[in-house]
């Protein structure tokens, strides 16, 4: 990547986009490009086109979605698929119109089959049914996928595609009607600590596995492959360390504090039982995560007393 070319962050303000900007300016790129909602509608395909000739960025990282939890994505199906489409069928092909050198596509773990075999490998995409929870958004990124990947043939594009695991840190969402299961569990136990509760109540039976990464890692392995100028191949970034979540509950009362009773809601649904990923092909090419998820609970614990997010997201 060259320090003077023009770089286009789209989702800058989200958990994943925030952390690419952050890993950006700490690494000396200072040519970024970013527009708030009001001020692009990455669902409309005029305001998209319009903006890509007018400012003719060289590369994209694509980190713009609608995201959320189980709860989220099974109660809002048909915005979940609409906006997702939307978002990554405008970007993609302004990018491929206007000449953009290489793109960074972000997807997700959930485009693997529900009873995948486990460690998950990029070759297990399309093998079998979806999570039926996630699906519309499962569908929306083996789409985004699929685009970048077609083009790449027929127009010879330089666009890649990623595959990140259950992200937390910075800038995460925790609000409990749309967030993810690890920002949702701090936000809890921090509230069941707070109003003095002698237990709180989780989702599920807490037998589910789950591997989780540092927003930050993501960041430095985007920023590793976007420098791998040629290499289009679908690649999955993980950290390896997989818990359930009952044990991720019990890593998050030990730091927030809490001593209370861990209950399980049985009647609330699981998800797929395991989600982990083989992170071999990027770490043969030389990448590998480094923040550990005790080490990056903590932060994000800090990061959340610091900013008061309990006090937002109750507002």
Not at 66 to 95: D, P, S
Request: with cysteine; net charge neutral.
């Amino acid at each position: 990547m060259d320090k003077s070319q023009k770089i286009y962050i789209a989702g800058h303000r989200g958990l994943v986009g925030s952390a690419i900007v952050r890993t950006l300016n700490q690494a000396g790129f200072n040519n970024l490009i970013y527009k708030t909602h009001a001020e692009l509608d990455l669902t409309h395909q005029d305001q998209v086109n319009d903006f890509f000739v007018r400012q003719r960025p060289d590369l994209v990282f694509l980190a713009a979605a609608k995201v959320g939890g189980i709860h989220a994505n099974n109660t809002y199906r048909g915005e979940f698929i609409y906006e997702n489409l939307m978002v990554q069928n405008n970007v993609i092909t302004a990018a491929k119109n206007n000449q953009v050198k290489r793109l960074l596509f972000l997807g997700s773990s959930c485009i693997y089959p529900r009873d995948c075999m486990q460690p998950m490998k990029e070759e297990y995409l399309l093998t079998g049914p979806l999570e039926y929870t996630n699906e519309p958004y499962a569908l929306a990124k083996i789409a985004g996928i699929k685009l970048c990947e077609a083009y790449n043939n027929q127009y010879g594009t330089d666009f890649v595609s990623v595959m990140p695991t259950n992200l937390y840190g910075p800038n995460d969402n925790f609000d409990l009607e749309t967030s993810h299961v690890l920002p949702a569990l701090m936000r809890k136990v921090h509230e069941a600590k707070k109003t003095s509760q002698k237990s709180v109540i989780i989702w599920g039976t807490g037998k589910p596995q789950r591997e989780f990464l540092h927003v930050d890692d993501l960041a430095s392995a985007c920023l590793f492959i976007m420098n791998k100028t040629g290499f289009t191949d679908m690649v999955n970034i993980g950290s390896g360390q997989e818990v359930t979540i009952r044990e991720l509950t019990e890593m998050i009362c030990e730091i927030v504090g809490f001593e209370g009773e861990i209950i399980h809601d049985t009647s609330k649904p699981d998800g797929t039982p395991r989600k982990l990923l083989d992170t071999l092909k990027i770490n043969q090419l030389g990448w590998q995560s480094k923040i550990k998820l005790k080490d990056g609970l903590r932060q994000t614990y800090q990061w959340f007393l610091e900013n008061k997010i309990f006090e937002k997201v109750a507002s």
